[in-house]
């Protein structure tokens, strides 16, 4: 039976706590996962352009059947459409492969600007969001200073999310403090550490007295705090369902405390040419 997952809401988003992510899975993976991941009760699918999935993901969403409106679509604008006429129409031909004439959260996918700064695309971000291709808009992968300056330009309560990697071996206390100030919702990629926390022996040894394994702690533990999502990703189907069964346990106060002693400021993801200088 499909589970329903709460509702995170910050800056009039109203988004899924729990999403699919999407990166590194083809379209034959996703044909194969998606139907599973939608039948197990996510409704919230994240992608970008530069994952080459969203035909994919447009095809499994009208095979489902499910109403539009039960959905919650992000996609992330890829670095080269950053040129505000571009971005635009980058972004038309995301709506074209998802076969949706709106996106409910668009990001920019990482802080690369030329020399005219950020200004330009974040004002093509909302344009995009204004002319009701996307219901939201956010920004993913910035540093302190630019996430400050971005919503500096776009004003208070315009952007709803940032989208980073945040997962227990990786604490990002400064970023989170920034990002609820600015009430903005932490989107946590990379929640389970790309698979390294499955094997904490922490992890698997809280999860004993609930019942859950290690990822259930991993993920449950992100979507506990304040204005914190997770978006997992798997290709396999016995792990989608697994993932989304964190609906039915609490952690005490004290394993919270235990998971973020974990901490231990690894940061997986920082391609060269993309990343900013993080703050950590
Ligand atoms: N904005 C950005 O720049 C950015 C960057 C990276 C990622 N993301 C987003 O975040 C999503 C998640 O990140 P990610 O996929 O890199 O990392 P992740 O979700 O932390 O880890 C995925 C890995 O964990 C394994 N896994 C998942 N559930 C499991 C379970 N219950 N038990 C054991 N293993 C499990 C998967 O393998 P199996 O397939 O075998 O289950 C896969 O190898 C991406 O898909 C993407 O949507 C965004």
């Given at each position: 039976m499909a589970l329903e997952v709460p509702g995170i809401a910050a800056n009039g988003l109203d988004m899924p706590a729990l999403g699919f992510g999407t990166w590194q899975l083809t379209p034959e993976t996703i044909e194969a996962i998606l139907p599973v991941a939608l039948e197990s009760g996510y409704r919230h699918i994240d992608t970008a352009q530069?994952?080459?999935?969203e035909a994919a993901i447009g095809r499994a969403i009208e095979d489902s059947?499910?109403?539009?409106?039960d959905l919650f679509l992000t996609t992330k604008v890829w670095v080269?459409?950053?040129?505000p006429e571009d971005l635009l129409a980058s972004v038309q031909e995301s709506l074209d492969k998802l076969r949706?004439?709106?996106?409910d959260l668009l990001l920019l996918h990482w802080p690369v600007f030329g020399g005219r700064g950020m200004n330009p695309t974040l004002e093509a971000l909302l344009r995009a969001r204004s002319a009701g291709l996307a219901r939201h808009i956010g920004i993913s992968n910035f540093n302190i200073a630019q996430t400050e300056q971005a919503v500096a330009f776009c004003g208070p309560g315009t952007l709803s999310t940032s989208q980073v990697e945040y997962h227990a071996y990786l604490g990002q206390e400064r970023l989170r403090r920034v990002l609820a100030r600015h009430n903005l919702v932490l989107t946590a990629y990379m929640p389970l550490a790309k698979a390294r926390l499955v094997n904490d022996p922490v992890l698997w040894e809280i999860g004993s007295k609930y019942g859950k394994t290690a990822p259930q702690v991993a993920l449950r533990w992100l979507i506990e705090q304040d204005r914190v999502a997770a978006i997992p990703s798997t290709s396999s189907p016995h792990h989608c369902r697994a993932n989304i069964e964190i609906f039915n346990f609490a952690l005490s106060l004290e394993d919270q405390q235990r998971i973020a002693g974990l901490?231990?400021?690894?940061?997986l993801c920082q391609p060269q040419d993309l990343a900013p200088e993080w703050d950590d």
């Open positions: 530069i994952y080459r999935n059947g499910l109403p539009r409106r080269e459409r950053y040129e949706t004439d709106h996106v901490n231990r400021g690894l940061r």
